[in-house]
């Protein structure tokens, strides 16, 4: 592994235990009640997020990638300031409109519930939206790990002293809403950081465009990435319907209890997959780069190498929460949230059946056949609702966790089936073996 490698090993690690310790405190000072309010409120702001992002997170990373590497400059100016401008209007026309239908929308579902809730989500869908482009833009740049510290290093480090000073030191009882508060206002000084990270690397790249006296032309990059950008929106919303709608079903269905015992076994899955997280972080502006080039072979190569670092890693860490899974859970959340370990269990399985077909979604969006992730995904949508209506009803959070676990495991055979077709590659663990 390089030392780029190794930096975004480095960052997605200590961000994936900051995301467990926040996870672990919230949980703790909260109780599962408080905690699956809190989770469900989080997920459904993270849903609005991704409409607001229209499948520029994607686009960004791929084309920045893909022109860095041909070295057209100007280009990249372009896209920077068109996807920053049409993703800005389009969060402040959401905020504007549902800021004023704040009061009416929120007694409708929930005439008991604060209604400062809502207008705090609000606020965080739209800091949320702005944060992944500034992300993106330095992911495409290949500077992943620098992309990863302020929102997820520094906005959890702060979140979480943040907590414990008011709950232990001041001994304040906080709410739902004050969990939300103290989110929303470390999201918006991650916000700044990367705003201004990402425009200090910018910065050079516009200055050779500059001083070779381009002509922008605001039209050209519109027509040419517009088709794109909805089809990765298109990928993306269902994506995070594919995640989340577990999450919002059981709010609905069953208890916002449930819902907290879900989000442990969720975020106890977690690690399993950190090998695969930081792999495709890495290698995703690299296999845009080599498929310009026309290196099948190196792309190839790449992806065996890399599936089994992933599929070893998950299997060490299934079995092991497989052995001491209700330990760990009774030791870091409490005895109350034991129940989480079931569904757990069901969930690790499924990341391990996921590790040995690779890195499938990713591969495609870098290669140019988008399309197919969007053909995939859209089946496996449909499925996990299908399947979600069905048994959470019936069992409740392990009926959740079931339905997400055979909707993973078609949604990669069905990729597996179309990368191959396609590009004549294999990502999954089989290819190591041929």
Not at 400 to 415: C, E, F, K, R
Request: hydrophobic share 55%; charged share 15%.
């Amino acid at each position: 592994m390089n030392l780029n490698g190794v930096k975004i090993s480095i960052a997605i690690g200590i961000s994936t235990f900051l995301s467990l310790i926040l996870s672990v405190v919230i949980g703790r000072i909260s109780g599962p009640v408080a905690f699956g309010e809190y989770t469900f409120v989080i997920t459904i702001a993270n849903i609005v997020t991704i409409f607001l992002q229209m499948g520029m997170p994607i686009l960004l990373i791929r084309e920045i990638a893909k022109y860095k590497q041909q070295l057209d400059y100007r280009y990249l100016s372009l896209l920077w300031d068109w996807s920053t401008n049409r993703v800005l209007i389009a969060t402040l026309l959401f905020f504007i409109i549902l800021s004023g239908a704040v009061g009416v929308i929120y007694k409708q579902i929930n005439p008991t519930a604060d209604p400062l809730v809502l207008f705090i989500s609000l606020i965080l869908v739209v800091v949320i939206t702005q944060s992944a482009i500034e992300e993106s833009k330095l992911k495409g740049l290949n500077l992943v790990a620098l992309s990863i510290v302020p929102d997820k290093i520094i906005k959890p480090i702060l979140i979480i002293l943040a907590i414990l000073i008011f709950s232990l030191y001041f001994s304040i009882e906080l709410k739902v809403v004050d969990f939300l508060t103290i989110y929303t206002l470390f999201s918006i000084v991650a916000f700044v950081l990367l705003r201004g990270v990402a425009n200090n690397r910018i910065t050079p790249y516009k200055k050779l465009i500059l001083r070779r006296g381009v002509d922008f032309k605001f039209e050209e990059v519109i027509e040419k990435n517009i088709k794109s950008s909805k089809i990765f929106m298109y990928i993306a919303v269902a994506q995070v319907i594919n995640m989340y709608s577990d999450v919002v079903m059981l709010g609905f269905y069953v208890s916002f209890e449930e819902v907290g015992y879900y989000r442990v076994a969720v975020q106890s899955t977690v690690i399993s997959t950190f090998s695969s997280t930081v792999i495709v972080m890495l290698i995703m502006p690299i296999i845009s780069s080599l498929y310009v080039k026309g290196d099948m072979k190196k792309i190839k190569e790449i992806l065996k190498k890399m599936v089994l670092y992933s599929v070893i890693f998950s299997l060490i860490v299934t079995f092991s929460l497989l052995l001491y899974g209700k330990s760990i859970i009774s030791i870091s959340y409490g005895i109350d949230y034991i129940d989480a370990y079931t569904p757990m269990i069901i969930l690790l399985f499924s990341q391990m059946i996921s590790a040995f077909f690779g890195f499938l979604g990713p591969v495609l969006n870098m290669t140019g056949h988008e399309r197919l992730v969007l053909y995939g995904i859209s089946i496996s949508m449909v499925l996990n609702i299908i399947l979600n209506m069905v048994l959470i009803p019936l069992y409740g959070m392990n009926g959740a966790a079931i339905g997400s676990a055979v909707t993973l495991t078609i949604w990669n055979a069905l990729l597996w089936v179309l990368l191959y077709k396609k590009t004549r590659i294999d990502c999954s663990i089989y290819s190591v073996f041929r």
